[in-house]
């Protein structure tokens, strides 16, 4: 009975107007030694099962995210001529690179409450729950994590950068820098008619270090002692070889 009472709320729902079906252009980015940074592109369509709905025109917003971690921010002050650490907050989770892109101004495309809703944009992806009862701005520090952060490149924010054709056809390139942190980045794009969420749809980049870099970082992670061990013998061998060389000149 109840099977049948949830089959009938089912098909009474309306089905859904407008869906995204997106891909990227590459699922895997390998970090090497010479790895400069890298470019990917998101593109998709919308798909539809009726008419598009009266209101206003239909946006696009797409969203990289890398890893989220907890990020200790200190301030620095001047104390008898030495700069020092004075306040310390610690934030509870914040994405090593957020990128967000967009088919129009972010605050035009989406409203408020569907920021607050989804977290989209990047102060709303940043979690800082408790700061100490002596830092009374610590919304400072979470301001300050965003400016740095985004004058090293890790945090983007492209308005109007979202191709859309005839509202259904959309794409838009993401410039990945060269001091990306290794590990799942979660792609998100959203449809948004009226700055509210129509659909929204996921997607991973893997992004890994691969060759003697993933040995080497594996290595130090997973067996520290072989890694002090190999550190040790090539810091002895370079400076032996060196010695060598320094000693045959000289002759």
């Not at 607050?116 to 700061?131: F, V």
Request: include cysteine; charge should be neutral.
């Amino acid at each position: 009975m109840f099977r049948l009472i949830l089959l009938l709320v089912c098909l009474a729902l309306p089905a859904q107007a407008e869906t995204v079906v997106a891909g990227l252009s590459q699922k895997q980015v390998a970090i090497t030694a010479n790895f400069d940074g890298s470019d990917i592109l998101v593109y998709g369509a919308v798909k539809r099962n009726a008419p598009a709905p009266d209101g206003g025109p239909l946006h696009a917003i797409i969203a990289v995210s890398g890893p989220l971690d907890p990020v200790v921010v200190r301030r620095k002050a001047k104390r008898v001529g030495i700069w020092v650490n004075t306040d310390t907050v610690e934030i509870d989770a914040a994405p090593s690179f957020y990128a967000i892109a967009t088919s129009g101004p972010l605050t035009q495309v989406l409203s408020d409450t569907e920021d607050l809703r989804y977290k989209i944009s990047t102060e709303r992806m940043i979690r800082s729950i408790d700061a100490p009862q002596t830092v009374g701005d610590s919304q400072d520090f979470t301001e300050a994590l965003i400016r740095i952060r985004r004058n090293n490149g890790l945090y983007q924010l492209n308005e109007s950068s979202v191709t859309m054709t005839d509202e259904t056809l959309f794409s838009a390139s993401f410039a990945l820098p060269s001091n990306l942190t290794e590990g799942a980045y979660t792609t998100r794009i959203l449809l948004t008619r009226d700055g509210m969420v129509v659909d929204e749809y996921k997607a991973i980049l893997d992004v890994r270090k691969v060759g003697i870099e993933r040995f080497l970082y594996t290595l130090a992670h997973e067996q520290s002692f072989l890694y002090g061990l190999l550190s040790l013998t090539i810091a002895i061998l370079a400076g032996w070889g060196a010695s060598a060389i320094f000693t045959l000149f000289r002759k």
